[in-house]
């Protein structure tokens, strides 16, 4: 008797042959992405809940939801109130507005008391192309995509996989703005509510300018720009005029991944400050410079004083905006004696008297009474 044991190959094998294989195993890169993917979708939504609610708070700290809900009720003494809190808590000192000195102050000073007529246009991020046109060229004018009234008409099915979404009625930096690099992967619901959001008209109430636009919000798409050289993104070149001369400008680089900023005086010295961003090691003028040059002194010409910017996209100028209150006056310059500096540059004195106002209010606001600070 055979008492060896069967061997394996003559054991019977059940195999169902209806299952179907397994799924292929992710490789760990791949399992790697899949978690990012599904965090950064977390992340977005988490985002935009913070944002609202950093912005509803900063609304209810500085009063502006109360101040222009009543502004018609209220004379110079509010807003003088109302403009020296938001420095008090942006800057943690109060702002000497009856004899300013700090360029700061100083441009505190114009918001309250001077209102050009072109204030309306250069403010109005979408209606300023008009006018950039007219006084230098449409070449300088990026290309736009599309305006839209209502955020609910935006048509993203006509817009490329790239492109830049703007509300007309913002201060700009990273508010009022939408740079979208993949259509494909934005949350369109975050994107609405935000410019749903920044459309309301006392959202943006501090800068006093750009009352038009506040009347009559739109919301625009612009091309998507990008320098071939430069993968970080584009630099921005802005130029402070002063009574229609640039005296500095400085240049902001790396936006996205780790805002840096140097400021330059016009022969392209690198200057010993900074404001509120580290710097970057110099790099030398734009290739285009002088001609950024002569058209900072021809469009800030009205004004007594102007921030005009620029980018340089692959050999060409494009406008970027105008700011007539940069920062809108909570300037933390380092070392702080360059708030005194340029200062000195702005003359208060020199502003016509017929655009001086008490206040200002968005409707007959009343001639200016006093004297005018230099």
């Known amino acids: 008797m055979n008492n060896q044991p069967q061997s394996m190959n003559n054991q019977p094998q059940n ?9 292929p195993r992710l490789t760990s890169e791949q399992i790697i ?7 950064s979708k977390k992340v977005d939504r988490l985002e935009s809940v913070l944002s609202n609610v950093r912005i509803m708070a900063r609304e209810s700290r500085s009063g ?5 809900g009543n502004q018609e009720k209220f004379g110079r003494k509010e807003y003088e109130w109302y403009v020296a809190q938001h420095y008090w808590n942006g ?8 004899n300013p000195r700090r360029l700061g102050e100083k441009l505190l000073w114009l918001k309250l008391h001077y209102m050009h007529p072109l204030m309306d246009v250069i403010t109005d991020k979408y209606r300023v192309k008009d006018y950039i046109s007219e006084k230098i060229g449409q070449d300088y004018i990026i290309p736009l995509l599309g305006v839209w009234n209502n955020v609910w008409d935006i048509d993203f099915e006509s817009l490329p996989p790239q492109f830049v979404l703007k509300n007309n009625n913002w201060a700009g930096g990273r508010w009022g703005i939408h740079i979208v690099k993949d259509k494909s992967r934005i949350n369109r619901d975050v994107v609405l509510w935000d ?4 459309m309301q008209d006392w959202k943006d109430g501090f800068y006093f300018a750009a009352i038009e636009a506040r009347r009559r919000p739109v919301v625009f798409a612009e091309k998507y720009m990008e320098e071939e050289r430069d993968g970080d993104g584009l630099k921005d070149y802005k130029f402070l005029c002063f009574h229609g001369e640039p005296k500095l400008f400085w240049v902001d680089k790396d936006r996205s991944t780790g805002h840096k900023r140097n400021f330059y005086d016009m022969d392209g010295n690198l200057l010993p400050v900074k404001l509120t961003y580290p710097n970057f090691v110099d790099e030398g003028l734009p290739e285009r410079y002088d001609e950024m040059l002569t058209l900072a002194r021809k469009l800030s010409a009205p004004f007594p004083h102007m921030r005009v910017d620029f980018y340089e996209v692959n050999g060409r100028v494009y406008f970027g905006e105008f700011t007539p209150h940069t920062d809108a006056g909570l300037l933390n310059f380092t070392p702080d004696e360059w708030d005194y500096k340029l200062g000195e540059y702005l003359n208060l004195g020199l502003c016509e008297p017929e655009f001086l106002v008490d206040y200002p209010a968005a409707y007959n606001p009343p001639p200016y009474r006093g004297d005018t600070p230099q």
Request: aromatic content about 18%; charged content about 20%; cysteine-free.
């Open 15 to 23: 195999v169902n042959r209806n299952v179907s294989p397994p799924p």
């Open 33 to 39: 992405y899949q978690k990012v993917q599904e965090l």
């Open 64 to 68: 502006n939801v109360f101040f222009w």
């Open 91 to 98: 800057l943690s000192r109060f702002p000497n507005l009856k």
């Open 195 to 198: 410019m749903l959001d920044w």
